[in-house]
């Protein structure tokens, strides 16, 4: 724990309480934490669960049979994967957790993890408190920001357990085709190594449809697990809604792991995440046009200050270069400082972050185009 900081997140939260104390009013584009509510009816579904008396203690960690198949049936509607909700489902506390716990679970001295660079942090961090050894596999614009798994060593593919992938990607918001998911299985077959797909943001899009699902691959639950959550694609990040869902025996030793850890859910939670979930799924088509609205608003206000900024098929984040002769970090906290626009430097999603910042586009309009402004004002004095 002495060689590991604190969360940047929370740091950066104790920065701007900070500056906030001293009359600064900050704009956060850092965080991808949805500003708007879940649906009514899923605010209304968690009253009334918690309404009743009998709803209050503790639940099974694998929560109700009708939970696991509200996942199951989204599941075969969004991405037409079918799913055993006997085994093939394990409720989280959010993915977060599940994605450390399941380092924990598998991760010994020595056992190497594949981990995309730039990467969520959270698996490096497992890995490294699991006493494993993380490799990186740089994600570069010129490869469509997938990795290149030819380009493994043998004997780094020989010690590997693992390999994350995350797509849509955060941060970079880049997408993966089901060819690479293929691509990606006969890999993992061939060396026996376990895929944990990181799939958070597969229902915030931008195009026509969602993004795939690992297990649309053939075979895939063979040597695959996804994390997926409601966090983004239904407005319920602080509700910590969650489900590791794929390979059975390895759901099996995770569940293991968090029946020691932790006390399961509270029960009006996954009720409403079930009525949320069985929904008419037109309400996330309309919120995603909101998010494409933002999108394109701060595209347009980077694009003008001559910045060449891709836009993003998918996910909450704008992935975007800063000006030269700065580092990520002292550009983020200057902007932070000067201008009152937090935003998430590069550096925070590993090595590959350099000369880059990333946008969250999960603020209202109006405040996305003050932060336009601020930032525009700023970019003109320091470019």
């Not at 993992?188 to 449809?209: L, P, R, S, W």
């Not at 407005?235 to 932790?262: F, I, P, Q, S």
């Not at 603020?363 to 601020?374: G, H, M, T, W």
């Amino acid at each position: 724990m002495t060689s590991i900081k604190k969360h940047f997140f929370a740091q950066l939260d104790e920065t701007i309480e900070i500056l906030k104390a001293r009359g600064i009013e900050t704009i956060r584009l850092d965080i991808g934490s949805p500003d708007l509510p879940p649906h009514p009816e899923v605010i209304e579904a968690l009253s009334l669960a918690a309404s009743r008396p009998n709803t209050h203690g503790y639940q099974m960690h694998v929560g109700p049979l009708s939970y696991r198949e509200a996942w199951a049936g989204m599941y075969e509607r969004v991405f037409n994967v079918r799913l055993d909700p006997e085994k093939e489902i394990i409720p989280l506390l959010g993915t977060k957790e599940g994605i450390f716990h399941l380092s924990q679970a598998f991760i010994k001295a020595g056992d190497i993890a594949l981990i995309p660079n730039p990467y969520y942090p959270t698996y490096i961090r497992g890995t490294e408190l699991a006493g494993g050894e993380p490799y990186l596999l740089p994600l570069r614009v010129e490869n469509d920001y997938l990795p290149d798994l030819e380009g493994i060593p043998a004997e780094v593919a020989k010690k590997a357990k693992l390999i994350w992938i995350n797509y849509p990607n955060n941060p970079l918001g880049a997408t993966a085709p089901l060819e690479f998911y293929e691509k990606l299985v006969r890999f993992a077959k061939k060396n026996n190594i376990f895929i944990c797909a990181d799939a958070a943001y597969t229902q915030v899009y931008y195009g026509e449809g969602p993004l795939p699902s690992i297990l649309q691959v053939e075979g895939a639950k063979d040597v695959a697990i996804e994390f997926n959550s409601l966090s983004k694609s239904h407005n319920m990040a602080g509700w910590r809604v969650g489900a590791a869902v794929g390979n059975a025996a390895v759901l099996e030793t995770l569940l293991k792991l968090k029946t020691n850890a932790d006390s399961g859910h509270f029960r009006p939670i996954l009720e409403a995440a079930r009525h949320a979930m069985g929904m008419d799924q037109a309400w996330v088509h309309e919120r995603n046009g909101v998010y494409r609205q933002r999108r394109d608003l701060i595209i347009n206000g980077l694009r003008q200050l001559g910045i060449s900024v891709a836009s993003p098929q998918a996910s909450l984040y704008i992935w975007t270069p800063i000006p030269e002769g700065w580092k990520s970090d002292q550009f983020a906290m200057s902007l932070l400082k000067e201008a009152g626009v937090s935003v998430a430097p590069g550096t925070v999603f590993g090595s590959e972050g350099e000369g880059f910042f990333r946008i969250s586009i999960t603020q209202p309009k109006e405040k996305i185009v003050e932060a336009i402004r601020r930032i525009s004002d700023w970019w003109e004095e320091n470019k």
